[in-house]
């Protein structure tokens, strides 16, 4: 079988896959703290024996490797609620789910009726230590440091982690993201915490409209040179094959 089927079909996936992550990265671009996905590439030659400069520019074609987690910087707005925290700089706040600890960008906190500091989900956030944060009554401020104090008494410090850059976290939902096995997280040492703010999603509005308006049309590329490869072959079949 030709091998241009085999590109196409491949190119197919490959913008598929694509234009889902792009529609996920647009339909996110509002939510704090959240991080895209980009697509990445693996290099495929068809055949594995040497080739000849003609084979290879014939049968090398990219595959579709996954999708990376874009851990690029996203804007800081002020909210003028001083629980509401931003990270400039590297690094996730931890917080305690039903499913075990995950890690999130988004620091729209509050602290609950029984004195804790949660999520709008009511999830505990944990401090350097692991441990949830209890703030006593009282005007809380937060410093660069991610120490919590009230009435200008430190009580806690809010924990800011960071990864191995090969690390690979998975996201869970729109803004919770679960640490590979075997990878141990370890304070960030240059992460910044904004107090009465809010990272916005690294994810651009206007680039992401047009991101998903190109893979719509390279998906509807890859389309029709399947369905020009698949007349091709129909055509052998019914009247080359038959004269053999």
Do not use: C, W
């Amino acid at each position: 079988m030709d091998s241009g089927y085999y590109a196409a079909m491949t190119g197919l996936l490959a913008r598929t896959q694509a234009l889902d992550a792009a529609a996920a990265n647009l339909a996110n671009a509002q939510t704090p703290g959240y991080r895209a996905e980009r697509e990445y590439f693996r290099s495929v030659l068809l055949d594995s024996a040497p080739a000849s400069q003609i084979g290879q520019a014939v049968n090398h074609f990219g595959l579709l490797g996954g999708d990376r987690l874009n851990m690029g910087q996203g804007p800081i707005q002020p909210t003028g609620n001083p629980l509401d925290l931003a990270i400039e700089g590297q690094g996730f706040f931890q917080i305690q789910t039903q499913n075990g600890p995950r890690f999130t960008r988004d620091g729209s906190f509050h602290r609950s009726q029984t004195g804790m500091l949660v999520t709008e989900k009511s999830e505990p956030v944990l401090s350097s230590g692991g441990k949830p944060i209890q703030i006593p009554p009282g005007e809380v401020s937060v410093g660069a440091n991610g120490v919590v104090s009230v009435a200008g008494g430190a009580v806690d410090t809010v924990g800011v982690f960071a990864f191995p850059s090969t690390a690979q976290l998975t996201p869970e939902g729109a803004d919770r993201y679960v640490v590979p096995q075997g990878v141990a997280p370890q304070l960030s040492k240059d992460a910044v915490v904004r107090e009465g703010a809010l990272e916005s999603a690294n994810e651009d509005t206007i680039q992401g409209t047009l991101d998903l308006v190109v893979m719509q049309r390279q998906a509807e590329m890859m389309q029709k040179a399947l369905t020009v490869f698949h007349t091709e072959f129909n055509k052998f079949a019914s009247e080359d094959l038959a004269r053999v």
